[in-house]
């Protein structure tokens, strides 16, 4: 037992790494479990609720009425003009991070030198990257799948409203899952690029990922919230109502 390292310096060397990523972890699951009670109790609090709500009704819009083909064709063809431009930004992303992991013995101390904290183990450095390129992976396949079923719903827009009647897959019920389905993956994609920002300031030290990871909670609180929920609160806090918020 004498060639393996003793339990306190590891402990030691490797503590703060673990507690700070352990907090950040628990910052961003404790703010989602927060987002998704405010969306129960309101459904518009979230814009991604806002955001499915519109994309259903656009699809009842555009199938139930005609003179919308080619507005539709359009959308959904910047829609999946994005979709891949970030594939492809994703993809670079995995290209670099891989070249990246490459480097731990010439760059993991130079890195940490802004922190009097954090492990210099090449092992650590390799495992913030592999969790790196997870995420970007995650980012990839996410901006693929909504690019699939984008295609997908382009064709099923134009399909003459006797094959409703035949097909239940092709009402506009049916279509809007679809479109909303593409619109949860390019959330997911985006939300997998935010949460890259900590995870490259990992690299610098446990420090950086757990400001970072504050500045990142503080950022999504904004950009969750739908104008109504701003409002709402807005008109609480100036007549005193509060209690709810």
């Known amino acids: 037992m004498n060639h393996l390292l003793p339990l306190p310096l590891w402990v030691h060397e490797y503590l703060a790494d673990t507690i700070s990523f352990v907090v950040s972890t628990g910052l961003v699951a404790g703010y989602y479990l927060f987002l998704r009670r405010q969306a129960v109790v309101d459904p518009t609090y979230s814009i991604h609720s806002v955001n499915a709500i519109a994309r259903?009704?656009?699809v009842e819009n555009v199938m139930t009425n005609s003179?919308?083909?080619l507005v539709a064709v359009q959308?959904?063809?910047?829609f999946i003009m994005v979709c891949i431009a970030m594939a492809s930004t994703a993809s670079v992303l995995i290209i670099g991070t891989l070249t990246l992991s490459g480097q731990a013995q010439n760059i993991t101390r130079s890195w940490h030198m802004l922190t009097l904290l954090g492990s210099h183990?090449?092992?650590?450095w390799i495992f913030k990257v592999l969790l790196l390129l997870v995420d970007f992976i995650v980012a990839f396949f996410s901006y693929a799948m909504a690019m699939r079923l984008a295609t997908h719903v382009l064709f099923?827009?134009?399909v003459p409203q006797s094959a409703y009647c035949k097909y239940d897959e092709l009402k506009p019920a049916c279509v809007s899952n679809r479109l909303i389905r593409a619109g949860n993956f390019i959330t997911v994609g985006m939300r997998a690029f935010l949460f890259a920002v900590p995870m490259v300031f990992w690299l610098f030290g446990p420090l950086f990922l757990f400001f970072s990871t504050v500045g990142l909670v503080i950022t999504l609180y904004r950009l969750d919230r739908s104008e109504t929920a701003d409002s709402l609160l807005f008109l609480r806090v100036s007549t005193g109502d509060i209690a709810d918020v």
């Open 56 to 58: 259903r009704l656009w």
């Open 67 to 69: 003179g919308f083909e």
């Open 75 to 78: 959308s959904m063809r910047n």
């Open 121 to 124: 183990s090449a092992g650590l």
């Open 156 to 158: 099923m827009f134009n």
